[in-house]
T-cell receptor, first 112, second 113 residues
Framework: DAKTTQPPSMDCAEGRAANLPCNHS???????VYWYRQIHSQGPQYIIH???NNETNEMASLIITEDRKSSTLILPHATLRDTAVYYC?????????????FGKGTKLSVKP | KAGVTQTPRYLIKTRGQQVTLSCSPI?????VSWYQQTPGQGLQFLFE???????NKGNFPGRFSGRQFSNSRSEMNVSTLELGDSALYLC????????????FGPGTRLLVL
């Protein structure tokens, strides 16, 4: 079973920041938080991942709480093309284990 | 750098037939994982190959099998197709270990009639 809890759906106005929450209260010390998104019927797209520090790349920012029990993915200026299902996944990094376990994700709808 | 490619993109088969799907990983990536996505079960892990060896396997029947070639390209095979095998089959590659960031291909959409 997935080790994360996400809201099933969220709306966001175009041009505004989209903040997608994720709870992972049972995360272990060696587990990373990964975010992927899947635009309708395409392959999941890697967005970002982090261990305990906040991370930023050209797509998004990842904010992880100090106790690591929750995180937030931030899309700073959402566009219509960001409409997708967003998956938050926790997994160990490195090694020969760690296939991705997907939950149901959050369906983000960006509206004009 | 080219991404993960999968062929064919769409496939229609009938019950009882078998099917082979192909995946070419990102250049330099040696780990290839396969996933099945259905509306009812979501995205589920099938198996993972590294250096031509299956390292991990999900909870799927033996009708689902795969292999990896020396150039890291991978194929998966489903024998005796059932209606419930209709799904999007996704391939993901990572540099060395499955625990590293995985990058997905566009998927193969299989319809079993």
């Amino acid at each position: 079973d997935a080790k994360t809890t996400q809201p099933p759906s969220m709306d966001c106005a175009e041009g505004r920041a989209a903040n997608l929450p994720c709870n992972h209260s049972t995360i272990s010390g060696n587990e990373y938080v990964y975010w992927y998104r899947q635009i309708h019927s395409q392959g999941p797209q890697y967005i970002i991942h982090g261990l305990k520090n906040n991370e930023t790349n050209e797509m998004a920012s990842l904010i992880i709480t100090e106790d690591r029990k929750s995180s937030t993915l931030i899309l700073p200026h959402a566009t219509l093309r960001d409409t997708a299902v967003y998956y938050c996944i926790v997994r160990p990094s490195g090694g020969s284990q760690g296939n991705l376990i997907f939950g149901k994700g959050t369906k983000l709808s960006v509206k004009p | 750098k080219a991404g993960v490619t999968q062929t064919p993109r769409y496939l229609i088969k009938t019950r009882g037939q078998q099917v082979t799907l192909s995946c070419s990983p990102i250049s330099g990536h040696r780990s290839v994982s396969w996933y099945q996505q259905t509306p009812g079960q979501g995205l589920q892990f099938l198996f993972e190959y590294f250096s031509e060896t299956q390292r991990n396997k999900g909870n799927f029947p033996g009708r689902f099998s795969g292999r990896q070639f020396s150039n890291s390209r991978s194929e998966m095979n489903v024998s005796t197709l059932e209606l419930g095998d209709s799904a999007l089959y996704l391939c993901a590659s990572s540099r060395t270990n499955v625990g590293e960031t995985q990058y997905f291909g566009p998927g193969t959409r299989l319809l079993v009639l």
